[in-house]
């Protein structure tokens, strides 16, 4: 139990910073458009990521360079696709339908989840290089699996706990100007995160 409480300790260290995977969860807990679906797909995705950190792939991105360069370049696209779309909807004087971060249909939805959990070479690095080489000092394959499924545990309370609060809060995007507002912010803080991360990868290169 200490082991697990560990990874857990250092996944909640990693997890909070307000990220795109994150800001993707509140967008739809907020919006109420199939919050415990995405946050189901996000916390998965974590975890497997984790397990096979734990389990030694952490080594693959230090062999195949370009492997991560490449995922770095379709995060880049994916983050400017998102970020441009929040925008429309800031500038938009309406309501907003075609256009939301989380997308109306079960497969776009889908689609978009799994874009923001593996689409991001930075999640890679915190869940399956920084929790995966942390375990490495545990000698014994259990304890390194107890390490990694405290660091999962984190990630599935974190994703559901957000996703509800925010759709508790849901209320407030009744007003366009409320919508609006919400939009523009994460506009900006998605753009800004495509700018850093492209800024990442001409660095790899």
């Known amino acids: 139990m200490e082991v697990f409480f560990e990874g857990f300790l250092l996944q909640a260290s990693l997890i909070l910073a307000l990220g795109a995977q994150n800001l993707f969860v509140l967008d739809a807990g907020l919006k109420r458009q199939r919050p415990l679906l995405v946050a189901s797909l996000c916390s998965v995705c974590d975890l497997l990521l984790i397990l096979l950190g734990v389990l ?4 693959v991105f230090v062999q195949y360079p370009l492997l991560k360069i490449t995922f770095g370049l379709l995060g880049c696209a994916f ?5 441009v779309l929040k925008m429309r909807e800031a500038w938009n004087p309406g309501p907003v339908v075609d256009t939301t971060m989380v997308a109306h249909t079960l497969k776009q939805t889908v689609l978009a989840a799994l874009g923001f959990s593996l ?11 920084l929790i995966g080489g942390y375990s490495s000092q545990f000698e014994f394959w259990r304890q390194r699996l107890a390490f990694g499924l405290g660091a999962g545990a984190c990630s599935i309370l974190w994703f559901f706990g957000l996703a509800l609060v925010a759709a508790s809060f849901s209320r407030l995007l009744h007003n366009p100007r409320a919508m609006r507002v919400v939009s ?8 800004s995160l495509a700018f850093i991360l492209g800024r990442d990868v001409l660095s790899w290169i």
Do not use: E, R
Not at 56 to 59: L, P, R
Not at 79 to 83: P, R, S, T, V
């Open 119 to 129: 689409l991001n070479p930075h999640v890679y690095l915190d869940t399956v290089v």
């Open 79 to 83: 983050l400017l696709y998102y970020g």
């Open 56 to 59: 030694g792939a952490a080594t």
């Open 184 to 191: 523009l912010v994460s506009g900006v803080i998605l753009l």
